[in-house]
């Protein structure tokens, strides 16, 4: 049985839909800036990738506003816009309508909110609980289209919106859901959590007058990430279905890969990485000389991006350079939860156009990077077998596979 | 502030909880019940009012209103004296 994506939703700092996404990702726009939202003076990184031009009350009633954090609103929007792309699921019953979504902080804003309300002595809201929980995004799909099948949250930090796609894979083969909405939100700009990166030195703090070059993946003096925010939402169908009802298909979801390292919480390490690419490929029975593309994790680290390039070359030998790579990060950010949503979008326009986005800043390499990342520039690769990498805190490495239709 | 603008805001923040609710329908006598406010938007609509009017609704009082002048009544015994 195959899975095909019939829809598509992104919400991120580059662009609302996945039109604009991609136009700005091909022409390879940064999305990173000052710190709009709240005052950043007294953190060390004071730039971040926010969502521009994101108004909830232009989609949301003011009951939905009240009762939602930040990641539930930016995720309800992603899934609005993809419902509308795949043209609707009324072909199917509610009760065969799964949802799968990944978030690593959940409604965090109104963590941080609420916990300054009440170390102020004032009143703590009603809905905290409901607006923190990780939850709350899938459970407010549900409740907004009335899909009434499985509903599942991952929470595994860094790659939590792969494992909700690749969860939503899972959920069709073993039919308990006919169409799955699957992807990621994260809305984690925000102080305390800024704060707490920059203590684990994860986040980049050279950049704050030169925000577009400050996500830098595989560059030479890269020196941490960008926190950025978003969510993407993927409509996932078996493929006999969505013929049946004649939907336009994006692409196959063919394979998922997830592999624990085990060992550190938050180092990564190769050979989690390594087993986990290699999962995906062995679920959707592909060998690795048949890979492309890979819409790397890459988040900018120094340490992070050098282990990913030895995994991939561990996993493909003397191919490795001959690959199209690129990081979706040097432009958007790191959105957590949301981004291996987004590199999926963006792993899934690549086979679907044929053009592999840039790897924005990417003027001298790193030695120890040394395969193709797309610098700078768009290309015509016209991959048919792509691979999206997340690896996240806690040793958590998540891979999924694309293909062509064909 | 007067009984008119504490019950205007009260309509005001009831009109949000409940979707395609019309304000102008609610008046001083509107029964939660009726208007379609379950447990939860009540206890948002104390929230609210506290942080609007500057006071605080004592729990086991509130627990027996069922109507909007009920917490009107109540803000208006109640509400922070206003700035000299």
């Given at each position: 049985m195959q899975v095909v994506v019939t829809g598509m939703g992104v919400v991120s700092p580059i662009g609302i839909g996945t039109d604009e996404f991609w136009a700005a990702a091909v022409k390879g726009?940064?999305?990173?800036?000052?710190?709009?939202?709240?005052?950043?003076?007294?953190?060390?990184?004071?730039?971040?990738?926010?969502?521009?031009?994101?108004?909830?009350?232009?989609?949301?009633?003011?009951?939905?506003?009240?009762?939602?954090?930040?990641?539930?609103?930016?995720?309800?929007?992603?899934?609005?816009?993809?419902?509308?792309?795949?043209?609707?699921?009324?072909?199917?019953?509610?009760?065969?309508?799964?949802?799968?979504?990944?978030?690593?902080?959940?409604?965090?804003?109104?963590?941080?909110?609420?916990?300054?309300?009440?170390?102020?002595?004032?009143?703590?809201?009603?809905?905290?609980?409901?607006?923190?929980?990780?939850?709350?995004?899938?459970?407010?799909?549900?409740?907004?289209?009335?899909?009434?099948?499985?509903?599942?949250?991952?929470?595994?930090?860094?790659?939590?919106?792969?494992?909700?796609?690749?969860?939503?894979?899972?959920?069709?083969?073993?039919?308990?859901?006919?169409?799955?909405?699957?992807?990621?939100?994260?809305?984690?700009?925000?102080?305390?959590t800024i704060n707490s990166f920059e203590i684990l030195h994860a986040l980049t703090t050279s950049s704050n007058d030169s925000p577009a070059r400050a996500s830098r993946p595989f560059a030479k003096g890269r020196d941490g990430f960008v926190m950025s925010e978003g969510a993407a939402m993927l409509i996932l169908e078996r493929e006999d279905r969505a013929k049946d009802r004649g939907a336009k298909m994006y692409a196959r979801l063919a394979g998922y890969g997830q592999a624990c390292d085990a060992a550190h919480i938050v180092m990564p390490d190769m050979n989690g990485q390594v087993a986990a690419m290699r999962g995906a490929l062995e679920d959707a029975g592909l060998k690795p000389e048949t890979v492309d593309y890979i819409n790397a994790h890459a988040t900018s680290t120094p340490l992070g991006d050098i282990v990913e390039t030895r995994a991939i070359k561990s996993?493909?030998?003397?191919?490795?350079?001959?690959?199209?790579?690129?990081?979706?990060?040097?432009?958007?950010?790191?959105?957590?939860?949301?981004?291996?949503?987004?590199g999926s979008i963006a792993t899934i326009m690549a086979l679907h156009t044929g053009t592999v986005h840039p790897t924005i800043n990417l003027d001298e390499a790193d030695p120890e990077c040394d395969l193709d990342y797309t610098p700078n520039h768009a290309q015509q690769k016209n991959p048919r077998v792509g691979l999206c990498n997340a690896f996240g805190f806690g040793g958590n490495n998540a891979s999924i596979l694309f293909t062509t239709l064909e | 502030m007067d009984?008119?603008?504490?019950?205007?805001?009260?309509?005001?923040?009831?009109?949000?909880?409940?979707?395609?609710?019309?304000?102008?329908?609610?008046?001083?006598?509107?029964?939660?019940?009726?208007l379609g406010l379950d447990s939860m938007d009540t206890i948002q609509l104390l929230f609210d009012a506290e942080d609007a009017f500057g006071m605080s609704f004592d729990s086991e009082e509130a627990k027996g209103f069922s109507c909007v002048g009920d917490i009107v009544s109540y803000i208006e015994k109640h509400q922070a004296p206003a700035a000299p």
């Open positions: 726009t940064s999305g990173i800036r000052n710190i709009a939202s709240f005052d950043s003076s007294g953190l060390r990184t004071r730039i971040a990738g926010e969502v521009v031009g994101f108004d909830p009350a232009s989609f949301l009633s003011a009951k939905y506003i009240e009762q939602t954090d930040r990641f539930t609103q930016l995720a309800l929007l992603a899934t609005c816009l993809a419902l509308e792309d795949a043209g609707g699921l009324d072909a199917y019953t509610p009760q065969r309508l799964a949802v799968s979504v990944g978030s690593g902080m959940g409604g965090f804003g109104t963590f941080e909110s609420s916990a300054l309300r009440k170390f102020r002595n004032q009143p703590v809201p009603p809905f905290t609980v409901p607006r923190i929980m990780a939850n709350a995004a899938a459970a407010w799909i549900a409740i907004k289209h009335r899909l009434k099948g499985v509903n599942l949250t991952c929470s595994t930090a860094c790659s939590s919106g792969a494992n909700a796609i690749g969860v939503a894979l899972d959920l069709l083969r073993a039919g308990r859901a006919d169409a799955v909405i699957a992807g990621g939100a994260e809305a984690c700009v925000l102080p305390l996993l493909l030998g003397d191919r490795a350079g001959n690959i199209a790579i690129s990081a979706t990060k040097s432009m958007i950010g790191h959105s957590i939860g949301a981004s291996a949503a987004i | 009984t008119a603008d504490i019950e205007a805001k009260v309509i005001q923040f009831i009109a949000t909880k409940v979707e395609n609710l019309d304000a102008s329908t609610i008046n001083r006598s509107s029964k939660f019940e009726e």
